[in-house]
């Protein structure tokens, strides 16, 4: 069963910095592209970053570029989001997905507030 | 970047309609569009891929196409577990996301 279970979410003050991480099971992490998304209380989905499966193309949506960083270890089957310059625009769920979109998950929730 | 334009925002429906929602692109996405099914509380879930493709086990009243730029998802007959929001994103360029359409009961 594949299985993507985030962490390292919390409240955080703004200006500050936060790291999240995506431990994946049940498939081959090494052979797959992955993202994260977000979601702000009561709003859509807004796609944040992509990595490919070897790091070797990373891509960042413009709200979030020169402050966050997505990257893997793939021995360790996990993905990570660096947030740095924390926004209160940043508050949101965020997901792990795996590319394609057919596998999420359950997200973690950021606060930033002062 | 390419703005995903969907209609409608919100879908008063009742059990047993059809019902189409709509995303019409800014620019040429070809076939690079995918719906998602998001309900209360939960992680989406993958319902089109490839505009057209159904993904693994979503049911067959569920549908995709496409028009030119414009891009549909239609419930042949809605069944109560269909109330959900439901976004497209494009993966041509840089993703986006529409902005959602909550299909809610009449």
């Known amino acids: 069963e594949v299985q993507l279970v985030e962490s390292g979410g919390g409240l955080v003050q703004p200006g500050r910095s936060l790291k999240l991480s995506c431990l994946a099971s049940g498939f081959t992490f090494s052979n797959y592209g992955m993202n994260w998304i977000r979601q702000a209380p009561g709003k859509g989905l807004e796609w944040v970053a992509s990595i490919s499966s070897s790091s070797s193309y990373i891509y960042y949506a413009d709200t979030v570029k020169g402050r966050f960083t997505i990257s893997r270890d793939n021995a360790k089957n996990t993905l990570y989001l660096q947030m740095t310059s924390l926004r209160s625009e940043d508050t949101a769920l965020y997901y792990c997905?795996?590319?394609?979109?057919?596998?999420w998950g359950q997200g973690v929730m950021v606060t930033v507030s002062s | 970047d390419i703005q995903m334009t969907q209609a409608p925002s919100s879908l008063p429906a009742s059990l047993g309609d059809r019902v189409t929602i709509t995303c019409r692109a800014s620019q040429d996405i070809g076939n690079y569009l995918r719906w998602f099914q998001q309900k209360p509380g939960k992680s989406p879930r993958l319902m089109i891929y490839g505009a057209t493709n159904l993904a693994a086990g979503v049911p067959s009243r569920f549908s995709g196409s496409r028009s030119g730029s414009d891009y549909s998802l239609t419930i042949s007959s809605l069944e109560s577990e269909d109330m959900a929001d439901y976004y497209c994103l494009q993966s041509k360029e840089s993703p986006t996301f529409g902005s959602g359409t909550k299909l809610e009961i009449k």
């Open positions: 997905a795996r590319e394609g979109g057919p596998y």
